[in-house]
């Protein structure tokens, strides 16, 4: 038998690869737009819409994608370039730029190289502000450069989509005869404080010492002070015992009715008792002296009293006989 042919009608080949074809440029013209980034959308040439993270679906021919951009902070870190302060020195300043872009249709199509005009338009801040400032000021005044290039740079690029968040000053270089002269005055000053730091150690040492020695004297006088009062108190305190007893004494014998002529002879005993061969002077009451007159007149008179016993002859020394020789 005949094999009979499979026809194929060409018109049903012509619709299926037109599907094919169109599903085929849906597929590629589907796209996907990252998370933190913007798509700038282009029909025939002008600017269409901006695509935001998601899924979009572009037409075939007609539009494209003119500009994909991240809105991630991004860091611009600029080669050192030189400055000159206002004192004709000359200084190698590089600086690091933090930024991000807010408006990616302002970013595409505000300047033809936003990141380019940023770097220059930094370098020239850069070189206005530290024009005004000498060299000591430029050292020292590194936030106050910080802020004003930021606060200039973020109004600049405002009309490109660009948001700038802050600049740094990485590193200031001066010459090398700056630096040696630098590194010469900062060797001195801390000698300047090391010297000042001994001297304010040795005068609170002398001020500690001499404080020390004032409060040790003070101490010391006080002390004597007090053995002194203390030694004065024991003696009046022994002088007025020693008078209370005789006083007591002499009293217990007026009241046992002894007689004057007693008491005077214990006012010679006393005198006696204190010259004892030591006092080279003995002060004797003028009452005592004429009672001491008037018992000698009536012990010479009377023969009584008188305890002197007449003084013996020198003995004789014997004769010496010739004839026991």
């Not at 001195?188 to 304010?200: F, H, K, S």
Request: charged fraction near 25%.
């Amino acid at each position: 038998m005949p094999a009979e042919g499979i026809y194929i009608n060409p018109a049903v080949v012509a619709v299926g690869a037109v599907v094919v074809v169109v599903i085929i440029l849906i597929l590629a013209n589907i796209k996907i737009v990252p998370q933190a980034y913007q798509y700038v959308i282009e029909f025939l040439g002008k600017y269409k819409v901006t695509w935001d993270a998601g899924v979009h679906v572009k037409i075939p021919f007609l539009e494209k994608i003119a500009k994909k951009v991240t809105l991630k902070e991004q860091v611009l870190d600029s080669p050192p370039q030189p400055v000159i302060t206002k004192d004709n020195v000359t200084m190698q300043i590089d600086t690091v730029i933090y930024f991000a872009i807010f408006d990616a249709k302002m970013y595409a199509y505000g300047a033809v190289n936003p990141i380019s005009a940023l770097s220059n338009l930094a370098a020239t801040t850069l070189r206005n502000l530290v024009g005004e400032l000498e060299l000591d000021g430029t050292l020292t005044s590194r936030d106050t450069i910080n802020a004003k290039m930021t606060t200039i740079l973020d109004d600049a690029t405002d009309k490109w989509g660009i948001k700038v968040n802050r600049v740094e000053l990485k590193n200031i270089i001066p010459p090398a005869e700056i630096q040696n002269a630098m590194e010469k005055q900062m060797k001195a000053e801390r000698d300047r404080r090391e010297t000042l730091l001994q001297a304010e150690g040795h005068k609170a040492a002398s001020i500690t010492r001499a404080e020390g020695e004032k409060q040790a004297a003070v101490l010391a006088a006080e002390g004597e002070r007090d053995a002194r009062i203390a030694r004065a108190e024991g003696e009046a305190r022994a002088i007025y015992l020693s008078k209370k007893a005789e006083a007591d004494g002499l009293k217990a014998l007026v009241e046992a009715g002894v007689n004057p002529i007693v008491l005077e002879l214990k006012k010679y005993e006393a005198l006696v008792a204190m010259s004892n061969g030591k006092a080279s002077k003995i002060i004797v009451p003028t009452d005592a002296v004429d009672m001491t007159k008037a018992n000698v007149m009536f012990s010479e008179v009377s023969g009584l009293g008188s305890v002197t016993k007449p003084a013996k002859d020198d003995p004789v020394p014997p004769k010496e006989d010739p004839c026991c020789d």
